[in-house]
């Protein structure tokens, strides 16, 4: 009996120090928070007493009953406690600005950052000897809490997990970056909370740069995820992320290539971090995977997406010049041949955004055979999709439009006839735009109205006047009115009676539409 109160004795105290030592650390953290001085420095020392209570609060509970027993854990608690006091004591100089000097207390807390790590990794060290962060028992000691969790709840799970990034064996690391993503996917709330905790974006960095390909890919996925949040790329941007996305680039897995192409498509969104990523070698990496041509599903997606990521950089004219000059337009109408959609769709989207450039592109593009290619894709016999015919529409328009040359030569690559038929025959989002090219068309001269009407573009204007969609009826209404200026045309028209009939039933409609208006 006497032993067991002495048991419990024991165990009372070593709980006790524990959440003494708990509470001394908090009470330091708000107290620092107070200094105006010394700012970085005191930022620092937070990110390691975070660490500390992280690891403190991870111990099962029969370890920390032992606190006061177990010589290793007293020890380090022990130092623990002493460098807290000093610390508070400094902390409080910094407020009252009491210290003797600058140099001397920078030099202080130099001191004081070095004794918090040297106690993080001393945790660490006897966590991992005593085997609790390997596969046994104590792999998972914090639940996910419950959709309706509180923010200290949720931020006391995440630190849990950063706590296993740092101190845990591989495959608790693994466990913890899945468990990660799986939150951080799910509630955003997770990203915020996660953020705010100082570390995290160098610790996924150094998951970036890490041998173990799956640790690697799953710190992708969580830049991946955070970098959809503008403002959180920028404090991804700003902390080096860019660095080791592209390394991953050039020699990360397919996978991991893929997700840092995802990652990079997000930051290049915004054009002033383009300059970055072309520092780092990441449009040479671009361009490297661009040309390996994949048609495979796993490559195609990466190559389309090295595409996309290409198009965002040449907003800068630097960049532009560059990729050009290492062969981008030829590789591009390469990509446009393929067999995958995705490098089809990304390749015919970049070369729009070259051809928008200036005449100088739109000229090069043509010379490498871009009117016949893209033509080729909205041919009815190729056996490409309504995607990427969409996109080689739109891209012809802005290719062609500033020079007659080029628009005859679309004439000769039967451009017309292949807009007929998908206006005849398509599905509703192709026939828009294909409505949208011979809007286009027929504002370039009196030569194509003529040969659009004999082609039979005005009974097919007619039908779209009874569209479902307001565009599309606005639309087809001024292209029938710029067709029927050319007198063939009249004469064309008014000789089917249905076409006469049908525009006097829209106007008596007396709705106002502004289709009646033309």
């Known amino acids: 009996m006497v032993e067991e109160k002495a048991d419990l004795a024991g165990t009372n105290a070593g709980s006790l120090r524990l959440r003494q030592a708990t509470d001394q650390i908090s009470s330091l953290i708000f107290l620092s928070h107070s200094t105006k001085v010394f700012s970085s420095k005191w930022k620092l020392i937070r990110s390691k007493l975070d660490e500390i209570l992280s690891i403190l609060a991870s111990l099962p509970p029969e370890l920390q009953a032992s606190a006061d027993n177990n010589p290793t854990l007293s020890g380090i608690m022990r130092s623990i406690e002493e460098t807290t006091d000093c610390s508070t004591s400094l902390a409080q100089k910094c407020i009252e600005h009491s210290y003797t000097g600058k140099l001397l207390m920078q030099s202080d807390l130099d001191i004081i950052f070095v004794k918090f790590e040297n106690n993080v990794k001393s945790l660490s060290e006897f966590i991992n000897s005593e085997g609790l962060l390997s596969n046994g028992n104590y792999a998972i000691v914090v639940s996910r809490p419950a959709p309706a969790a509180s923010r200290d709840d949720i931020q006391f799970y995440v630190k849990d997990l950063l706590c296993r990034f740092k101190i845990g064996r591989i495959e608790m690391k693994k466990q913890a970056l899945a468990s990660f993503n799986e939150v951080i996917q799910e509630d955003e709330r997770y990203v915020k909370i996660a953020m705010e905790i100082e570390g995290l974006v160098h610790i996924l960095m150094k998951f970036l740069n890490s041998k173990d390909i799956e640790i690697q890919e799953e710190a992708l996925k969580s830049v991946a995820t955070i970098c959809g949040f503008d403002s959180y790329k920028t404090v991804l941007v700003g902390t080096g992320i860019i660095s080791p996305l592209i390394r991953v680039l050039e020699s990360g897995s397919d996978l991991g290539k893929e997700l840092s192409t995802r990652c990079l498509m997000k930051v290049t969104a915004n054009s002033d971090n383009a300059w970055s ?242």
């Open 277 to 518: 990523v072309s520092a780092h070698g990441g449009a040479s990496a671009l361009l490297k995977i661009c040309g390996s041509g994949c048609d495979d599903a796993a490559g195609g997606e990466l190559v389309g997406l090295a595409c996309g990521v290409l198009k965002n950089l040449i907003g800068v004219e630097e960049i532009k010049r560059f990729v050009v000059d290492e062969g981008a337009i030829p590789m591009s109408i390469k990509l446009v041949k393929s067999k995958n959609e995705s490098s089809q769709i990304s390749a015919i989207e970049f070369i729009q955004v070259l051809a928008s450039a200036n005449e100088f592109m739109r000229g090069m593009i043509v010379n490498e055979g871009g009117i016949r290619v893209l033509v080729r894709v909205i041919d009815p016999k190729s056996s490409y999709s309504s995607k990427p015919r969409e996109k080689s529409m739109k891209a012809l328009i802005t290719l062609c439009s500033d020079s007659i040359g080029y628009i005859n030569s679309l004439k000769n690559h039967n451009f017309i006839d292949h807009i007929l038929y998908f206006l005849q025959n398509g599905e509703v989002s192709i026939q828009e735009s294909a409505l949208r090219a011979a809007f286009w068309l027929c504002g370039v001269s009196d030569e194509f109205k003529k040969a659009m009407g004999d082609a039979g573009f005005m009974p097919e204007m007619v039908k779209f006047l009874d569209a479902k969609s307001f565009e599309a009826r606005e639309m087809a209404s001024e292209t029938l009115l710029r067709l029927v200026v050319v007198p063939r045309n009249q004469k064309r028209f008014v000789q089917n009676d249905q076409n006469v009939n049908f525009l006097l039933q829209l106007i008596d409609g007396g709705d106002g539409n502004s289709e009646r208006k033309y």
